[in-house]
């Protein structure tokens, strides 16, 4: 099935609020209205926050956050292990809610997906009307709330679903996503991390009308092939297809330094962020990878990568941490400095899969 959508689709992005910590707060009501964190424990080592509940929030505590720092930000905060069969229980029939509607659905994660509903199969025709009746049956029937984002293309209506949280529904229609666009921060991109933001604030760049100045070019000189991603979204062009059943082959974090970096605490610094970014979407994903590559592009452009790989999926983050250290302890530099930073997860599941029956399906939803 692909939607005929001459030129403008309808499509809209779910995204759960709190997920885990909200099938906690269901299953255990005793929890609910309480900071509640869902991860490693604080005791543990190397605990890591996998959620947490909007009260826990309130405090500053965030998903990848050390379990320790989450304590000292609220030290009466509850902290519970994560059931993961528990939340792929309920993303399933979250995706048989999407799946009255369309066949178009492209999971994201256990909590979020993007649905094209420009043909949907009950014949409502309307986008928000349809984004309300999910919205609703996820509320009566599993009593959880959900976000969503209406638009014409996936980059906005991920931004939208993201405006209105927790249970909040936003549209953005055609006529208003330039201007929407040029006041939107340009922390709010798809594609830009700090160091990214960062560099384009010191080109004066703050938000997409002061990205919208700078030609094709221009963005692509200062941003590689993500300028030409950012010339045309900040013009609300983006032509991606809602990609059903997609198979995630990596999960990665990379970031380009606004000056080239010697070897030394500063880039240890630097892997230690990217690290932790990288393992903060292993977490949102929950797929947990037995391979994980170094990639590092030096001040000549020239790129090399370093791979180790486990009989074992890494499933803490201080394992991440120290494998990627002794990556880049590996890793000759010739005196070279270095440009660019990344770490990837591969090789996803168990190396034989429990239920030979069901190898080939995907881990999400």
């Known amino acids: 099935m692909k939607a005929e959508?001459?030129?403008?689709?309808?499509?809209?992005?779910?995204?759960?609020?709190?997920?885990?910590?909200?099938?906690?707060?269901?299953?255990?009501?005793?929890l609910k209205g309480k900071p509640l964190v869902v991860g490693g424990l604080p005791e543990g080592r190397g605990g890591?926050?996998?959620?947490?509940?909007?009260?826990?929030?309130?405090?500053?505590?965030?998903?990848?956050?050390?379990?320790?720092?989450?304590?000292?930000?609220?030290?009466?905060?509850?902290?519970?292990?994560?059931?993961?069969a528990a939340y792929k229980e309920v993303s399933q029939k979250i995706r048989a809610i999407f799946y009255r509607y369309t066949d178009l659905v492209e999971p994201l994660s256990l909590d979020e997906a993007y649905l094209d509903v420009t043909e949907d199969k009950l014949g409502i025709g309307s986008a928000i009307a349809i984004a309300q009746q999910i919205k609703q049956a996820i509320k009566d029937e599993l009593n959880l709330t959900a976000s969503a984002g209406v638009s014409i293309n996936k980059f906005t209506a991920k931004i939208a679903s993201d405006?209105?949280?927790?249970d909040g529904l936003t549209f953005i229609?055609?006529?208003?996503?330039?201007?929407?666009?040029?006041k939107l921060?340009?922390?709010?991109?798809?594609?830009?991390?700090?160091?990214?933001?960062?560099?384009?604030?010191?080109?004066?760049?703050?938000?997409?009308?002061?990205?919208?100045?700078?030609?094709?070019?221009?963005?692509?000189?200062?941003?590689?092939?993500?300028?030409?991603?950012?010339?045309?979204?900040?013009?609300?062009?983006?032509?991606?297809?809602?990609?059903?059943?997609q198979e995630i082959k990596s999960i990665s974090s990379e970031d380009t330094f606004t000056y080239d970096l010697a070897k030394g605490e500063e880039l240890n610094d630097w892997l230690m962020h990217i690290t932790k970014a990288a393992f903060k979407r292993v977490l949102h994903y929950e797929m947990y990878g037995r391979t994980i590559t170094l990639k590092v592009k030096f001040e000549d452009f020239k790129?090399?990568?370093?791979?180790?790989?486990?009989?074992?999926?890494?499933?803490?983050?201080?394992?991440?941490?120290?494998?990627?250290?002794?990556?880049?302890?590996?890793?000759?530099?010739?005196?070279?400095?270095?440009r660019l930073l990344g770490v990837s997860f591969s090789n996803f599941g168990e190396a034989k899969p429990r239920n030979p029956t069901n190898a080939g399906q995907s881990k999400l939803f």
Do not use: W
């Open 185 to 245: 921060p340009v922390e709010k991109f798809f594609g830009v991390g700090k160091v990214t933001a960062d560099k384009m604030k010191k080109q004066a760049i703050h938000t997409g009308k002061d990205l919208k100045k700078l030609s094709e070019q221009r963005l692509t000189q200062l941003f590689g092939k993500s300028g030409k991603f950012f010339y045309h979204i900040v013009r609300g062009i983006d032509r991606r297809e809602v990609q059903p059943n």
């Open 48 to 84: 890591v926050v996998a959620t947490a509940n909007y009260e826990a929030r309130k405090f500053g505590i965030r998903s990848a956050m050390s379990s320790k720092q989450a304590q000292k930000l609220c030290p009466y905060a509850i902290f519970v292990r994560p059931r993961f």
């Open 303 to 338: 790129i090399i990568t370093r791979s180790i790989s486990f009989p074992n999926p890494i499933k803490e983050v201080e394992e991440a941490l120290e494998v990627t250290e002794m990556l880049l302890s590996q890793t000759d530099f010739l005196d070279k400095k270095v």
């Open 173 to 182: 229609g055609p006529s208003k996503i330039e201007r929407f666009m040029e």
């Open 163 to 166: 405006m209105n949280k927790p």
């Open 5 to 30: 959508h001459n030129g403008m689709r309808k499509i809209i992005h779910i995204d759960m609020d709190a997920f885990y910590a909200a099938v906690e707060e269901r299953d255990f009501p005793e």
